[in-house]
Antibody
Framework: QVQLVQSGPEVKKPGASVKVSCKAS????????LHWVRQAPGQRPEWMGI????????SYAQKFQGRVSMTRDTSTTTVYMELSSLTSEDTAVYYC?????????????WGQGTLVTVS | DIVMTQSPDSLAVSLGERVTINCKSS????????????LAWYQQKPGQSPKLLIY???TRESGVPDRFSGSGSGTDFTLTISTLQAEDAAVYYC?????????FGQGTKLEIK
């Protein structure tokens, strides 16, 4: 069965960077784009960007340009999201999510979320 | 960016009643070339990841009970729960996946009266 398993919670100081991993299993890794979405406490989900595991090309929301990097490791079927220059406003649960088909489609599988606390 | 606005922000409904949640996009999410609306609905319960309910505005995801349905086109959409069950208490989000960034609505919190 499809699974997206994320790394554990993180506590970071302002100005630091965080790198969250998302290990995919149960499907052909290179066949489905993956997104990163974050959700601050009590807020709506916020789309951060998308990565194509086949080739590694990524596109980011303008809000995070220059501060985010999404990469993948095909040998371990893992995608990574690194966010730098953290502030308290980056405190949120970060999710990876898989598209259901193609590159433009809704998100049918989600990771369990990784809480990042900046304090 | 396409802004998604839901109404109401919250509602309390009795078991067995009908529930309607609305979602409006600031621009059309209908792609004329394939006549598809790039609009999805998700359900999120406390401490859980969002769960896909409806996509292409009206297609029910596999395994989702048929009491959930979606309708609408262009800029105005509706999620309907025909007969409310206790397990439907959650926050519901609409999302457009037509243009990057794939924005979500602010959410509608559904409680059982």
């Amino acid at each position: 069965q499809v699974q997206l398993v994320q790394s554990g919670p993180e506590v970071k100081k302002p100005g630091a960077s965080v790198k969250v991993s998302c290990k995919a299993s149960g499907y052909t890794f290179s066949g489905y784009y993956l997104h990163w979405v974050r959700q601050a406490p009590g807020q709506r989900p916020e789309w951060m960007g998308i990565i194509n595991p086949n080739g590694g090309r990524a596109s980011y929301a303008q809000k995070f340009q220059g501060r985010v990097s999404m990469t993948r490791d095909t040998s371990t079927t893992t995608v990574y999201m690194e966010l730098s220059s953290l502030t308290s406003e980056d405190t949120a649960v970060y999710y990876c999510a898989r598209v259901s088909t193609g590159n433009v489609s809704p998100f049918d599988y989600w990771g369990q979320g990784t809480l990042v606390t900046v304090s | 960016d396409i802004v998604m606005t839901q109404s109401p922000d919250s509602l309390a409904v009795s078991l067995g009643e009908r529930v309607t949640i609305n979602c409006k996009s600031s621009q059309t999410v209908l792609y004329n070339s394939n006549n598809k609306n790039y609009l999805a609905w998700y359900q999120q319960k406390p401490g859980q990841s969002p769960k896909l309910l409806i996509y292409w505005a009206s297609t029910r995801e596999s395994g989702v009970p048929d009491r959930f349905s979606g309708s609408g086109s262009g800029t105005d959409f509706t999620l309907t729960i025909s007969t409310l069950q206790a397990e439907d208490a959650a926050v519901y989000y609409c999302q457009q996946y037509f243009h990057i960034p794939y924005n979500f609505g602010q959410g509608t919190k559904l409680e059982i009266k």
